[in-house]
């Protein structure tokens, strides 16, 4: 609820709604009602001209939805299985790879409904960060695990892929061992 909360009063929408209103003809310009609030469901009213001004305000004021962190082989479908994960660098630290392993992932079950595998997305907040190097293991015919690689070639890509870590562990119970 909290999060909520500070979303709201980050609205320039919520700007107005604390402001004191009044009524009895004391607004020069002309009222429009009915703009909703999506966080409480009242209706209020603003002077056409500042209604105007929030709609063509291009501020640099940006909310951050909080997305759960999550992966996906198919776009739309969140992997269940939580991966063993491997990272490597390289000794100048410019560039890295991560190799996620999937044991039984859960895309298999339903991919026959789903569709086929198209790519390793892993989605945050942030955005998305994905590879086309999935790799199947099939046991006796039938499908195993999955390996994904993702491979990181400057400093910024690797300082993103480990945010997003960071999110994916701390939302999944993850932790990191230094071997």
Request: charge should be positive; aromatic fraction near 10%; include cysteine.
């Amino acid at each position: 609820m909290a999060a909520l909360q500070s979303l709201a009063l980050a609205s320039p929408v919520s700007h107005y709604l604390h402001q004191p209103r009044s009524f009895l003809g004391s607004v020069s310009s002309p009222v429009h009602c009915g703009v909703r609030s999506s966080f409480n469901g009242q209706s209020f009213c603003l002077p056409h001209s500042r209604l105007a001004s929030i709609r063509h305000n291009k501020a640099s004021r940006f909310i951050t939805m909080m997305v759960k962190p999550t992966i996906q082989f198919v776009q739309g479908t969140d992997e269940q299985t939580i991966p063993d994960v491997r990272l490597t660098k390289s000794r100048d630290g410019t560039n890295g790879m991560a190799i996620f392993t999937f044991d039984q992932p859960s895309v298999f079950d339903s991919s026959g409904e789903l569709g086929d595998i198209t790519g390793f997305y892993m989605i945050d907040e942030e955005g998305v960060l994905q590879s086309v190097d999935v790799n199947a293991k099939f046991v006796n015919g039938k499908p195993a695990l999955i390996e994904a690689k993702y491979v990181m070639r400057t400093p910024r890509e690797w300082d993103r892929f480990m945010r997003f870590m960071e999110r994916y562990a701390n939302a999944n119970g993850l932790q990191f061992i230094k071997k």
